[in-house]
């Protein structure tokens, strides 16, 4: 077996320790259990100070000799044993890939140790509450969308890689960008920023806006995957690199940021390390067709999900604030939205050599 | 205006004739009009000897004063100029920029050039076909997928990239991958892996099958965008390397491979500079399932909408072969599919370790 890094060292301790509490409940004649905090709305609160959506203190005990638990009891153990295994020959798989190793028929019966994906993805995240380790942290990955590139140098699996030339194509990022995967080198860099959409994000690297501005650029490809959350993340923590977010000027752009900013209710339990609190949205801001002049042809009429999204956005305690409550309420009352696109009609280039410089030099973002 | 290369000089002279096509009939009195391939599925043929679906020779006229044609005849021209415009600025941008770019509303009037993308999409495709230049060449990027590594160096606008050691990230394969963009250097790799899934490729790329293999990994985060099958496609003709490609075995990877390997029925004028005819289809058979010994619980129940489509394939002229009508009658008779990621059933490496090297080895492949 190579030998473990302190961080992977870590991990696989904390799945034996999980075993070891129930061998020692077993050998002790007492009914063996997992305690899992609860991962239910109920159990999610909006934190106002650190601003991060998080699990409340909730826990369940999931017992092995209870009809309606155990099987859970023992998905919950081929889950982990599967993933101390990655963990322990330096692999990292999919969770569908996670599925298909797991999945198994029990003895001589017809019985599947999982029957569909959607039984063991959430053993995954009771996992990872469990022992407090994130998915990442257990050698899963998730799907890879974005690229990124700037004035840094990272290294990535013992290559070292200059995000200052990586031409046209930019750098993929990876599902897992713990510190023992990718490390941080000589950077130049005064800021993230996040675009929503990739065909954006090609504008300002060819417009080469990260040599100008020195900063570093990256997309999601929409709603950012866990690679790129966690790696923004990173930069803003360990670098202290302040983080903007550019999306379009609907529910989906405004729902997008407030996930990278506070996390989001469904994986509140990652918020801690997957968050941004501080990230600054500069655009599109409902404000910015008066602003930047944008002709009524380039607005999309919003359609009834639109509206009823915003309207539940109104109520969210972290769009409490007085700018916000005036953004989204502008957006409902014109009754449209705006894709960052349609900046390309003041230009091709005006996004980049105009509208965002101007929002920078004018500190015009919300937070 | 900077000096255009040669290829992008080419382009705007095409545009040009296009348009004093036009002046010079107006000049004399004519019916100004432009010649446009058909792009229908009534002049869509399979070439058997090049093994490529492409166009026939049917070509309608578009003319000014016609009723009927000539808000189209403004809309190919309005497109025309904007492409001119990208090429001379030697900008590039998405189709749905060059829609806002080009949505203007006319004079006094409340008619809109361009109502919806969807109007501004098939112009875009009808300039591509009349003056016979890849969408690539008018400086039109679609979305982009996929990530590449493996034994070659490349020049990209102008960075030098060295593929080698692209971490576990990879090389974030953009939309426009033509040679004034896109260089091959050095390199050892003795063929191309194209695998479908972005999970599966992060397999082979941990494993340094690329190192192990000498060869190019490339996928295209399911079905192959634009950029990964140029770029493919001039690795195989430029270079000269045999192409491989992975998929699931459902009719939607059999489906992906066919499109990598002879085009696609809507982009048929694309074929001859998108396809690559010598394309070998390396896996999952539907008899690999015996041939690798996967359990019965990994297969997936194909539903009514698998087997139609599976059917429908039958009947293509390019999947006519006798191998290749064994290959889908044996998924319709089992009635199930099976996933790339079954094969980590039997290990979680099984598919970089044996799997794959074990088809190579065998060529175990179908054309």
Chains 1, 2 share one sequence.
Not at 44 to 63: A, H, N, T, W
Not at 72 to 94: P, R
Not at 327 to 334: F, L, N, P, R, V
Request: aromatic share 10%; glycine share 6%.
């Amino acid at each position: 077996m190579p030998r473990l890094d302190p961080r992977d060292r870590k991990t696989t301790e904390k799945i034996e320790r999980l075993a070891e509490g129930v061998l020692r409940a077993v050998k002790g004649g007492r009914n063996p259990f997992v305690e899992i905090p609860v991962r239910s709305l109920a159990n999610v609160r909006f934190d106002e100070k650190r601003r991060l959506i998080q699990l409340g203190s909730q826990r369940q005990r999931r017992y092995f000799f209870n009809v309606a638990m155990a099987r859970k009891f023992m998905q919950t153990f081929l889950v982990s044993d599967a993933c101390k295994e990655l963990v322990e020959s330096g692999k990292t798989t999919s969770i569908r890939d996670l599925y298909y190793m797991t999945k198994h028929t029990i003895g001589e019966t017809r019985q599947n140790t999982f029957e569909e994906q959607d039984e063991s993805d959430p053993i995954i995240e009771d996992l990872e509450v469990a022992i407090d380790a994130l998915r990442e942290e257990l050698h899963l990955f998730a799907s890879r969308k974005g690229t990124m590139v700037g004035p840094i140098t990272i290294r990535d699996s013992g290559d070292t890689i200059d995000l200052r030339r990586m031409g046209s194509g930019g750098w993929g990022v990876p599902s897992i960008v713990e510190e023992n995967v990718i490390e941080f080198g000589r950077h130049e860099a005064k800021y993230v920023l996040l675009v929503e959409k990739d065909a954006v994000w090609s504008r300002f690297n060819e417009d080469r806006f990260w040599k100008r501005q020195s900063c570093i650029i990256v997309h999601g490809g929409g709603q950012p995957p866990r690679g790129v959350r966690r790696l923004v993340r990173r930069l803003n923590a360990e670098l202290k690199l302040p983080v903007y977010v550019l999306v379009d000027n609907d529910p989906w752009g405004f729902y997008i940021y407030s996930v990278v900013k506070q996390g989001s209710i469904n994986l509140a339990y990652e918020s801690m390390r997957m968050a941004v609190p501080d990230a600054r949205f500069v655009g599109l801001s409902s404000f910015d067709k008066s602003a930047f002049r944008l002709p009524p042809n380039v607005a999309i009429k919003m359609d009834d999900g639109d509206v009823s999204r915003a309207r539940q956005m109104l109520a969210y305690p972290w769009f409490k604030a007085r700018q916000w409550q005036r953004e989204i309420q502008e957006m409902i009352d014109s009754g449209v939205k705006y894709e960052l696109e349609a900046l390309s009609r003041r230009g091709i280039s005006f996004i980049t050599e105009e509208y965002l410089p101007k929002k920078l030099r004018d500190r015009e973002w919300l937070e």
